[in-house]
T-cell receptor
Framework: NAGVMQNPRHLVRRRGQEARLRCSPMKGHSHVYWYRQLPEEGLKFMVYLQKENIIDESGMPKERFSAEFPKEGPSILRIQQVVRGDSAAYFC???????????????????FGPGTRLTVL | DAKTTQPPSMDCAEGRAANLPCNHSTISGNEYVYWYRQIHSQGPQYIIHGLKNNETNEMASLIITEDRKSSTLILPHATLRDTAVYYCIVRVGETSGTYKYIFGTGTRLKVLA
């Protein structure tokens, strides 16, 4: 049973270029979360998506960042016109469809991918 | 803003129990406490979670105080491979259905041979 997959694992971009980070959730999972981790810090929530819908994007920077989770294919986190401050590790997590009651709590446990390390030169 | 407070670092002798504390004094009644760990810079690994009752699984035990303002993760017999950063997390958004994690800064646990 494959876990959450992210690619590329390492991405180098020059200032002003675009970065595209991909996340394939675990089989059977329809919820995807993106988090960003700066060096020596904890993870910070960015966005929560279900298939074809953005549910919560309260952690996304207002400009240059966008995310999607199409009906077919992986979730994409897109960063336009990257700047040095965008250098970080970006983690994706997935969870299965939420049930109810105690089952809902367990089914919303998030499982993380290995991350994409973005370096902006 | 983080909803949890953890000591920045701890040491534990191999084979002994590691007790990692966490304060979450502003936790709401329906918010769960989760624990994950991150080894080197890998993706966080799920350990355990709970709401009110103490929980145990094959990896660890979670003790939550009656007032829910703090909890302790217990690794019963720490090994060198348990060296990692341990994150105590409050999951928010139970009512809205967003279920997002609010990470703190974590505790860097070093298991000593």
């Amino acid at each position: 049973n494959a876990g959450v997959m992210q690619n590329p694992r390492h991405l180098v971009r020059r200032r002003g270029q675009e970065a595209r980070l991909r996340c394939s959730p675990m089989k059977g999972h329809s919820h995807v979360y993106w988090y960003r981790q700066l060096p020596e810090e904890g993870l910070k929530f960015m966005v929560y998506l279900q298939k074809e819908n953005i549910i919560d994007e309260s952690g996304m920077p207002k400009e240059r960042f966008s995310a999607e989770f199409p009906k077919e294919g992986p979730s994409i986190l897109r960063i336009q016109q990257v700047v040095r401050g965008d250098s970080a590790a970006y983690f994706c997590a997935s969870s299965p469809y939420a049930g109810s009651g105690r089952a809902r709590a367990f089914k919303n446990t998030q499982y993380f991918g290995p991350g994409t390390r973005l370096t902006v030169l | 803003d983080a909803k949890t407070t953890q000591p920045p670092s701890m040491d534990c002798a191999e084979g002994r129990a590691a007790n990692l504390p966490c304060n979450h004094s502003t936790i709401s009644g329906n918010e769960y406490v989760y624990w994950y760990r991150q080894i080197h810079s890998q993706g966080p690994q799920y350990i355990i979670h709970g709401l009110k009752n103490n929980e145990t699984n094959e990896m660890a035990s979670l003790i939550i105080t009656e007032d829910r303002k703090s909890s302790t993760l217990i690794l019963p017999h720490a090994t060198l491979r348990d060296t990692a950063v341990y994150y105590c997390i409050v999951r928010v958004g139970e009512t809205s259905g967003t279920y997002k994690y609010i990470f703190g800064t974590g505790t860097r646990l070093k298991v000593l041979a």
